[in-house]
């Protein structure tokens, strides 16, 4: 699948243009501040109809402009596997709307991931640098987007959550609380269930590509849950264990006035070789050996996109040799170049910046948002 067309208005800095997009992707180079980073913001928004820097919707609206607009269109393996996907927000009232095709999903999550795509950025070195919270978010993406029922259990177990949390603040009844326990336990069980199995079915592949990249010593990626799960073999015997912790904690819970055990606790842990032993990367990790896991998580997140969905993903590179050494920046390059076979669009200051592809990629440039080529 790739990205035919796009329409922008109102769009952060970008220029309200139509664009054509070429099947194999493009190489944009711009000077700091031109838009770039912007503009792959625009097209992964189509994908989950948010910022995957993390921006509110208001602060993509065009400075002065009242709404923006983006709308994708994508072509399949033969062009009838057509679509276009659009999404609108109205800064006043906050509206968020959403098209497939012309027609309004009933929920916004039935519109997600029409466009299958991959940001690798600076800025995911976060993902490993960051707290708990970093790589829970990246798991409720990857794992909404590629499991069927994942998202239904989470927003179900989030909405639960905030309920007992708030019986428990209130220091409501145990009776009041425990009302929430089965629906907590069998949405957190499914969650739990999920993130351990996308973690077992990735872990080799993910050491793998952090030894390409980083050349010698490699990683580990584990689930850590919030919940101790040692034994437990099968999605009742999550059950059984949350329910366990769950009546376990009590006491510190009422202390607390929060549910202290869960997958809103889960993390990943992520450790690099050392010598005979295993140590935390994001303790005792140089900057490149954080990037470098962070790469390896985008790179898993690629595959589970190719395998899930079955279609090659999008890939938005934003400047991300930017702060890797050579060597590894070249075993990115020679990865990318065997792994990555879709669309890719990546951006760089200078046009020496462009490596991927042999070079092969059409070359546009960006300035004050506006895109010529
Ligand atoms: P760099 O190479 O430094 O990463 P970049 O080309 O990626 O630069 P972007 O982050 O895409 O730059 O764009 C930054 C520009 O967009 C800034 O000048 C900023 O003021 C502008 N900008 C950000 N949000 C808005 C908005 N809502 N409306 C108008 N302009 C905005
Ligand atoms: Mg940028």
Redesign the pocket.
């Known amino acids: 699948m790739h990205l035919s067309g796009l329409q922008i208005r109102h769009f952060?800095?970008l220029a309200d243009q139509q664009l054509d997009l070429p099947a194999e992707g493009v190489a944009i180079i711009?000077?700091?501040?031109?838009?770039?980073?912007?503009?792959l913001?625009a097209i992964y928004y189509l994908e989950t109809f948010r910022s995957f820097r993390g921006s509110r919707d208001d602060?993509?609206?065009?400075?002065g402009a009242e709404f923006f607009r983006v709308a994708g269109a994508l072509v399949g393996e033969s062009p009838r596997d057509g679509v276009e996907v659009a999404a609108a927000f109205q800064a006043k009232g906050k509206k968020k709307k959403i098209t497939v095709d012309g027609d309004e999903p009933e929920r916004l999550s039935d519109g997600l991931g029409q466009l299958a795509a991959v940001v690798f950025s600076p800025m995911d070195v976060a993902l490993v640098s960051d707290g708990p919270g970093a790589r829970r978010r990246f798991l409720d993406i990857v794992l909404s987007l590629s499991v069927p029922g994942y998202l239904v259990a989470l927003q179900r177990f989030r909405q639960i959550l905030s309920q007992r949390n708030a019986a428990l603040r209130d220091g409501r009844m145990q009776s009041t609380v425990e009302s929430w326990d089965e629906g907590l336990i069998e949405s957190g069980a499914q969650v739990m269930e999920d993130r351990r199995q996308w973690v077992e079915r990735w872990r080799k592949e993910f050491s793998v590509y952090y030894r390409r990249v980083s050349g010698t010593l490699t990683s580990r990626i584990q689930y850590q849950p919030g919940v101790k799960l040692e034994g437990a073999e099968d999605r009742g015997m999550i059950v059984d264990a949350f329910r366990a912790a769950l009546f376990e904690s009590r006491e510190r819970e009422a202390r607390l006035g929060n549910t202290v055990v869960g997958p809103q606790r889960d993390d990943l842990f992520l450790t690099v070789e050392e010598g005979d032993a295993h140590r935390d990367l994001r303790e005792f990790g140089s900057g490149g050996q954080r990037r470098t896991a962070a790469l390896a998580l985008r790179l898993v997140e690629a595959a589970t996109i190719r395998e899930a969905r079955g279609q090659e993903p999008i890939i938005l590179m934003?400047?991300v040799f930017a702060e890797l050494d050579p060597g590894r920046s070249e075993r990115i390059l020679s990865l990318m170049e065997e792994e990555e076979t879709g669309q890719v669009l990546l951006?760089v200051?200078k046009e020496s910046d462009i490596r991927l592809r042999r070079d092969s990629l059409p070359r546009w440039r960006?300035n004050n948002?506006v895109l010529e080529w």
Not at 30 to 39: D, I, M, S, V
Not at 59 to 63: C, I, N
């Open positions: 952060r800095n711009g000077e700091n501040a031109q838009g770039k980073t912007n503009f913001e602060k993509l609206v065009a400075f934003d400047d951006t200051p960006i948002g």
